[in-house]
């Protein structure tokens, strides 16, 4: 059968539809387009003889710096040389061969631009007549921006900026499929088609002999055949042998050689009908341990065997899954099964030159278990959660159907069962024991068994413990009174630590009575053999409440005590009014009145500023009626106030306060 005519159409085609997406843009609008190996620049269609391209870049915003120039020399050896050195970047694309280069000089000696003249490597041929620029110091996720320039000897004629362009290079060809192939006695013709529109301009063969070695990239007759959205890509191999079967891919491209998705592989071959092998037996048999089911097999014929798909079910008739797919030359596989001492059945198939066979004939086969216990779980872990504790732990068992989770009672030094059967489905397996009699304040033990297919148990794992995280009933503190009364008061309450085992301290608040708000005083979560506390904070005439709580290590705190109440009396001292406070040469001077009460013994001066609280400066001798502060700065306004302490350290109500702003004398 001669094929030939029908091939050279193919040809037809291919040139005309490449032509067709060879037009891209206009004169003097350069077009920046990125490859596989860098970014081609088409500069102009104004062949540069007699004149030169000069070519800026920028990568992103940034400034546009020199990259190189460009022209067209007609000498033969340099057209060869150019050809050489850019083909490497486009080798995707068909190699110019001489008669391409000696009309690309013919041309160029008769024409001044590029609009009339092509060949098969588009960006080759503009490399070599100057119309293009080629940057191969490129990086994948940044973009870039170029400026021509037209110039004739020292005059720039124009100059314009590209399209901006990201590398690396993507193409919008959608991945080819299989539409139908012919085989002849010596020749092979296979058709793919890719739908909608696209760059695709041309595409690769690659072949292999059925099943072996590597696939080749074929130099053979390619065409296209269009049908409405449909574009088809055809291959006619004739370097085929007899017989022979073959697997083939094509690798579409666009007209810069950039490559989309490869295609389905098709087999075909000059074998005409192959039939399927058939085994000459399929056995099964269970075997000794981990729950293995050995399977053996014999092929006498595997040539043409391309695979070996194995099956199973725990139903003769249906409910079949793919468990292995493998190579010709295996003759067994040993198969582990989820379940012990179940019948499971078999059967494969096997992919050849035609495709895949029927089912073979079913073999049966059990693992029956040999009596080995089950590991334990690992990792046991656990933690308080609300209400309760949270136990966790991972296993390895393979063959496990779930687990129990155990909890220490002490008293019989036994663990007991606290969960049901938790099934094994997951990779980290966990339990939430929320029993209503966890005490906040205990800490629990914890163990996890393994439960097999065969329902044996593991021992115990690792054990884990953890306290619940609920309140504790923690008693008040009681019997609180207050037990001395010098230089303030001193609180006392029983001794809680002998009826609370895990009893951190106490928290002693105050109000002022009747219509304070308690607040917490200073010593928070006090050691727990401190059932005392010491207020010297009073004020005298004010009425003070006073209560407290018990916290334990888990964070528990007690309702309030009983509260007690205490009013300090009132000081009958009176302290005298200042008399004035002035400035002199050194600071300011501050007199007061004869302090006359015989229970006083010394005088406190305070000092104040504007916007903050009176501070003592200064304890003196009731005798002295005045005192000079040396420590104040200029132009700042200061505020005294004087009291009297008596000789059992008490202080007196604070006199009225005297302002004055310091300036120095002159």
């Known amino acids: 059968m001669n094929n030939r005519p029908y091939i050279n159409l193919l040809i037809i085609f291919i040139i005309t539809f490449t032509l067709g997406g060879s037009s891209y843009a206009q004169e003097n609008e350069p077009t920046a387009v990125a490859t596989e190996k860098g970014v081609w620049v088409w500069i102009g269609n104004e062949i540069p003889s007699g004149f030169e391209y000069q070519v800026l870049k920028s990568e992103g915003n940034g400034d546009f710096v020199p ?102 290079a993507e193409t919008d060809i959608s991945r080819p499929r299989f539409s139908r192939k012919q085989e002849f006695s010596s020749q092979v013709v296979v058709w793919w088609y890719v739908t909608g529109k696209s760059s695709l301009n041309s595409f690769l063969v690659y072949r292999r002999v059925f099943g072996k070695g590597e696939y080749q990239r074929l130099n053979i007759e ?23 079967l073959y697997e083939y891919y094509i690798q579409p491209l666009d007209i810069y050689g950039n ?59 249906d409910g079949y899954m793919r468990i292995a797919r493998l190579s010709p ?96 489905d997951e990779e980290i397996y966990s339990f939430a024991d929320t029993a209503s009699y966890l005490q906040g304040n205990e800490v629990y033990r914890y163990a996890v068994r393994t439960v097999n297919d065969v329902d044996q148990l593991s021992d115990y794992s690792v054990t884990a413990s953890a306290s619940p995280g609920k309140k504790a009933a923690v008693g008040s503190p009681m019997n609180l009174r207050i037990a001395g009364r010098d230089k303030g008061i001193l609180l006392i309450w029983d001794d809680m630590r002998m009826r609370e085992q895990v009893l951190l301290g106490y928290k002693v608040f105050r109000k002022e009575d009747p219509d304070g708000r308690y607040v917490l005083l200073p010593g928070d979560t006090l050691k727990n053999d401190l059932n005392f506390y010491r207020d010297t904070t009073l004020v005298a005439g004010k009425a003070y409440r006073y209560t407290v709580t018990a916290i334990d290590f888990y964070g528990n ?54 916007g903050m609280n009176p501070l003592p400066v200064i304890t003196i001798m009731k005798s002295v009626d005045e005192y000079l502060d040396k420590s104040v700065s200029e132009g700042e306004l200061y505020t005294y106030e004087i009291s009297v302490i008596t000789e059992s350290d008490k202080e007196s109500v604070r006199s009225s306060g005297v302002t004055v702003r310091r300036q120095s004398e002159n």
């Open 222 to 244: 390619r065409g296209f055949n269009n049908s409405q959205d449909t574009v088809y890509l055809i291959a006619a191999d004739n370097a085929v042998q007899n017989p022979a």
């Open 259 to 317: 490559s989309g998705p490869g295609s389905e592989v098709a087999t075909a071959g000059t074998l005409g009908s192959v039939g399927y092998a058939v085994p000459d037996y399929f056995n099964a048999r269970g075997g000794e341990k981990d729950h293995r089911v050995e399977l053996s097999w014999k092929f006498n014929e595997t040539e043409y065997l391309r695979s070996i798909e194995l099956y199973r079910s725990k139903s003769y008739d």
């Open 67 to 168: 990259l190189g120039t460009t022209t067209y020399r007609e000498d033969p050896g340099t057209m060869k040389t150019m050809a050489e050195k850019y083909y490497p970047l486009f080798g995707n694309l068909d190699k110019p061969a001489d008669s391409e280069l000696s009309l690309l000089r013919d041309y160029a000696s008769r024409s001044k631009t590029t609009d009339s003249v092509y060949i098969s490597n588009f960006p080759l041929m503009h490399l070599i007549l100057g119309t293009a620029f080629f940057d191969g110091e490129v990086d994948a996720g940044k973009t870039y921006r170029y400026r021509v320039a037209k110039i004739a000897g020292k005059d720039r004629q124009w100059e314009t900026t590209s399209n901006m362009v990201s590398y690396p």
């Open 329 to 424: 030359k295996d003759t067994s596989f040993t198969d582990i099964v989820p379940v012990a001492n179940e019948n499971f059945w078999y059967y494969l198939i096997t992919g050849g030159a035609n495709g895949n066979s029927l089912p073979s004939s079913k073999v049966s086969a059990m693992f029956r278990n040999s009596g080995e216990k089950p590991m334990p779980p690992e990792e046991t872990g656990a933690e308080n959660i609300n209400n309760g504790v949270m136990v966790y732990w991972s296993c390895q068992e393979p063959y496990a159907k779930g687990f129990y989770v155990y909890r220490y009672v002490y008293e019989t030094a036994e663990f007991e069962q606290v969960s049901g059967l938790i099934p094994a």
């Open 557 to 610: 705190e007690s309702p309030q005590s009983v509260s007690v109440l205490f009013v300090p009396e009132s000081s009958t001292v009176i302290a005298p009014e200042i008399l004035r406070a002035v400035n002199t040469k050194d600071g300011i001077l501050v007199s007061w009145g004869q302090v006359t009460d015989e229970n006083a013994v010394t005088v406190k001066i305070y000092r104040s500023r504007p």
